[in-house]
């Protein structure tokens, strides 16, 4: 019963999601119904459909944009710590490792590829700003939407988006990619692993959220890496 009514809730707060993003984009942000209900119904499966060959680029409106992007990174996000926000076990939420890694490898990618593209092209600091925070967003969870032409951004720019794209976002969530959470573990079963050589008799354990993780878990991760 406490399952079912978990996949309930879980349910109801997506359906929730894309209402409000529905509204936001017809009410706020002034977009016609259709484009309004299609963007917000892709936006956070992931899918990243557009209703034309611009995409975003049609509206060309930093408000669509910033609409769009704070449910994109909604997207990536483990929908149980939404469910925990809703129980208020705040504490939940705001240790979960994942969740912490997840937002600063967004972060990152987007300072280091905003200075990126304000030294390297002759895009203003404010467009460059707005670019690379959605572009980290759109293609970290993965989404697929742009508002730019970013393969024609520096090297380093289009190497953090290929590695955001692999690196993808949370378990749990709606998007793509490797997860987050698995590369975690993986990172310290390789850690735990080396240090075994120098300490073979050592108890070595890989934690995750002050959990201890069994061996055979740990171990099908790592299968579903490779």
């Known amino acids: 019963p406490r399952l079912q009514e978990t996949a309930k809730a879980l349910w109801g707060i997506y359906i929730g999601f894309t209402v409000l993003e529905f ?19 892709t936006t956070m499966p992931s899918g990243g459909f557009g209703t034309t060959d611009a995409g975003i680029m049609e509206f060309d409106s930093p408000l669509v944009e910033g609409i769009i992007t704070f449910f994109m990174v909604a997207t990536g996000i483990n929908f ?20 912490q890694v997840y937002l600063a490898v967004l972060l990152g990618a987007w300072t280091v590829m905003t200075v990126n593209l304000i030294m ?4 203003t600091s ?24 970013f393969a024609a951004w520096p ?9 955001l794209m692999i690196v993808g976002a949370c378990a749990g969530s709606t ?8 590369l975690r573990i993986a990172f310290q079963l390789a850690r735990r692993e080396i240090s075994r050589i120098s300490s073979p008799r050592k108890v070595h354990l890989v934690r995750m959220d002050g959990e201890v993780v069994e061996d055979d878990k740990l171990w099908i991760i790592v299968g579903m890496l490779s």
């Open 23 to 41: 509204i936001l984009l017809l009410w706020w942000a002034d977009l016609n119904w259709f484009n309004a209900i299609n963007y917000s119904l």
């Open 80 to 99: 149980t710590l939404y469910h925990f926000l809703w129980l208020k076990e705040w504490f939940n939420v705001v240790n979960n490792n994942e969740l």
């Open 155 to 163: 090297i380093l720019s289009k190497v953090i988006l290929l590695l």
């Open 175 to 182: 998007s793509g990619g490797l997860k987050i959470l698995r």
């Open 126 to 149: 404010v467009d460059s700003f707005r670019l690379a925070a959605f572009q980290a967003v759109s293609i970290g969870p993965p989404t697929g939407y742009a508002t730019a032409d």
């Open 120 to 123: 390297a092209t002759d895009v």
